[in-house]
């Protein structure tokens, strides 16, 4: 079964410029002679498919995408990631806990095992345990590093019904003694081996690695919360509950092919992107200020103020400017330039009503008010349902679309008609250059927008 990843580096900007492409094998691992089913890879891949995403989602990376392709692929997209090498790492890791008392030392070596301290300030330090398994990581429900009263490096667990009432049962009567927490971790061996054409080919050889985290007294029965210590860093505590809380690989996974895209590919991307948005906006300045004159250009000022603050907001959110975050730029410009055309409209038809220039500007916003939040509300709540059903660049598409309508709908009320007010406020205004009501003038004097 193999998994195919994408996982691109970005600028501090967050606009994606190196992309990181590499082909991932999951290896199915099984007893010897067994046969390997249908069943057993569907399985395995929909687990891992579950897992690797839980575990993308951990990372925050901005826009993923993880998806099946074929039968046995997987596609991962990971917009954001700097260190690659570390985001192979977590997705590919197989961990897992186990819980088992400390054997007793009358125990028949038949019903016990050793196992050797993680902890380096431990080092080759044994303990023995009981072969029998009270639960594993499988029944973890919930996972949170932090640190102790002491300061030291631990994860706080929840366990799900089951696995809470086998730990209160097993600990409930084993009040006193000692328990083990044991890190199980999935690591390769390389063996060479002579090729069909003689030359030497390495052969990764799977095994599992078992070391004791910690083994406490039990002081009281525990429950389905808890708290694990024994770790060496606060990296290993967060990896640790990452990996408890995304739960574990079906079948390992191994990289089997990597390639690097440069940057020239994700420059032209963004070049392009980019250039649409000026290509789109050039358009909307020319048709403002030629059909609306004043109010053209006050408009144009207020969408140019939209686009910073757009671009700021972003920035602050730490989203990732990706191609469907720019179309979503672009629609928010003709979405900020449609408020303004609703009440430049209005404002005509007060004039041509026969309102003096200041009421008319001031009936012209008040009045659009209604319908612009009719018209964004509606689109907003389009894009929140993207956002929650959506995954990937849907998801990218859906912030900029929802920042965008909240950014439109400010500089278009109050940038605008704070522009407005400052070219025609406080005056005495015969007639306005808003372009299609002729030389129609009114020599009232309304009052100040």
């Known amino acids: 079964m ?40 569907v399985h395995a891949v929909a687990q891992n498919l579950t897992t690797i995403r839980n575990r993308v989602n951990e990372l925050g990376v901005s826009e993923p995408l993880v998806q099946r392709q074929g039968s046995n692929r997987i596609v991962v997209e990971l917009p954001g990631i700097q260190d690659t090498a570390e985001a192979k790492r977590i997705l590919g890791k197989v961990a897992n806990l186990e819980f088992r008392l400390v054997a007793e030392t009358n125990a028949p070596i038949s019903e016990r095992q050793r196992f050797v301290y993680r902890s380096a300030d431990r080092g080759g330090m044994t303990e023995w345990l009981e072969r029998d398994v009270i639960i594993t990581g499988e029944s973890v429900s919930n996972a949170q590093a932090g640190f102790d009263q002491n300061g030291q490096p631990n994860v706080s667990i929840s366990l799900d019904g089951e696995g809470g009432m086998l730990m209160s049962r097993a600990t409930r009567a084993n009040v006193k003694r000692r328990m083990g927490v044991l890190f199980i971790e999935r690591k390769y061996r390389t063996r060479y081996e002579q090729g069909e054409s003689g030359e030497e080919v390495a052969v990764r050889i799977p095994y599992d690695e ?57 420059a032209e991307n963004i070049r392009l992107g980019m250039k649409s948005v000026q ?8 048709f403002m200020i030629f059909y609306y004159r004043v109010f053209g250009i006050a408009a144009v000022i207020a969408l140019s103020g939209n686009l910073v603050l757009l671009v700021g907001i972003m920035s602050l959110l730490g989203a990732t400017l990706t191609l469907p975050g720019i179309a979503g730029i672009v629609l928010t410009v003709g979405m900020a330039v449609d408020a303004n055309v609703l009440i430049f409209a209005r404002i005509r038809e007060e004039i041509r009503g026969g309102s003096p220039p200041q009421t008319a500007i001031t009936q012209g916003f008040d009045r659009a008010i209604v319908t612009i939040l009719d018209a964004n509300i509606t689109t907003l709540i389009v894009a929140i349902i993207l956002y929650a059903i959506g995954t990937g660049p849907i998801k990218g598409f859906a912030v900029t679309l929802s920042v965008g309508i909240i950014t439109s709908m400010f500089s278009s009320i109050m940038g605008t008609r704070a522009l407005v ?23 009232a004097e309304g009052a100040p927008a």
């Open 421 to 443: 007010n400052l070219i025609y406020g406080g005056r005495r205004v015969k007639s306005l250059a808003i372009g299609g009501i002729g030389n129609k003038r009114s020599s």
């Open 2 to 41: 193999q998994l195919l990843a994408q996982v691109s580096s970005e600028t501090d900007f967050h606009v994606a410029q190196n992309i990181f492409f590499a082909v991932i094998a999951v290896t199915m691992i099984y007893a010897a002679f067994r046969v390997v089913t249908t069943a057993n890879v």
């Open 279 to 286: 290509v789109g906006l050039a358009l909307v300045v020319v």
């Open 210 to 266: 078992k070391k004791l985290l910690t083994a406490p007294v039990i002081q009281s029965a525990l429950g389905a919360q808890f708290q694990i210590t024994g770790l060496d860093n606060p990296a290993e505590s967060s990896e640790l509950a990452l990996m408890l809380r995304a739960g574990a690989l079906a079948a390992p996974i191994t990289f089997v092919e990597e390639r690097t895209v440069g940057p020239s590919l994700g």
